[in-house]
């Protein structure tokens, strides 16, 4: 099955600095990259995605590059805020039968104001 | 509009009671998800649902059992609780598309001693 490895586990940056996140995925077969955030109490939440035909996305400060050759993909959030600070997850989820996403051990932000 | 609703919220158990937490969605979808979350592990699979009366196992089955008796409802059960079940439970629905984005609830927090 598929495996997703996320780094890092920790990532302490000051506010107005960028922070990047990395998954890598070990099924070729994945056409879908996932990213969620839970803030402190409360269950994740979608920020952003992309699909395996693209190779960046942006909304606003975030943006996510998938390099489909080498199974990576890495989330990136520019001029950090406190808001920022939170648990991040990345998810790969193959194309074909049930629509199961194996999730990323998650990332822990702390932004410092 | 709630969402995903998990009820109840926090509780406390002694080893071998038993009880059902509850997962109802308003979003008519047909996916329903267990997972747990527990430190550095990030989010485990533990049953899921493709539709009203289905059930299958995911990563972490063992010590659970799930039922899907209407579209809006999934229960996830522990017949016999042990202190390894102590975590935080996510209920997850999603439409079952293409691109799947799950919709996660807030958590139930599980103690067992």
């Known amino acids: 099955g598929e495996n997703v490895e996320q780094h890092p586990s920790t990532l302490s940056v000051q506010e107005g600095d960028s922070a990047v996140i990395k998954c890598t995925y070990s099924d070729s077969a994945s056409n879908y990259f996932p990213w969620y955030k839970q803030e402190l109490g409360k269950g994740p939440q979608l920020i952003i995605d992309i699909r395996s035909n693209v190779g960046e996305k942006k909304d606003q400060r975030i943006a996510v590059t998938l390099n489909k050759t080498a199974k990576h993909f890495s989330l990136h959030i520019t001029e950090t805020q406190p808001e920022d600070s939170a648990v991040y997850f990345c998810a790969a989820r193959a194309s074909g039968g049930s629509y199961i996403p194996t999730f990323g051990r998650g990332t822990s932000l702390i932004v410092h104001p | 509009n709630a969402g995903v609703t998990q009820t109840p919220k926090f509780r406390v158990l002694k080893t071998g009671q038993s009880m059902t937490l509850l997962c109802a969605q308003d979003m008519n979808h047909e996916y329903m998800y267990w997972y747990r979350q527990d430190p550095g592990m990030g989010l485990r699979l533990i049953h899921y649902?493709?539709?009203?009366?289905?059930?299958a196992k995911g990563e972490v089955p063992d010590g659970y059992n799930v039922s899907r008796l209407k579209k809006q409802n999934f229960l996830l059960g522990l017949e016999s609780a042990a202190p390894s079940q102590t975590s935080v439970y996510f209920c997850?629905?999603?439409?079952?598309?293409?691109?799947?984005?799950?919709?996660f609830g807030a958590g139930t927090r599980l103690s067992v001693l």
């Open positions: 997850a629905t999603g439409q079952g598309t293409r691109n799947d984005i799950q919709y």
């Open positions: 649902s493709v539709g009203e009366g289905t059930t």
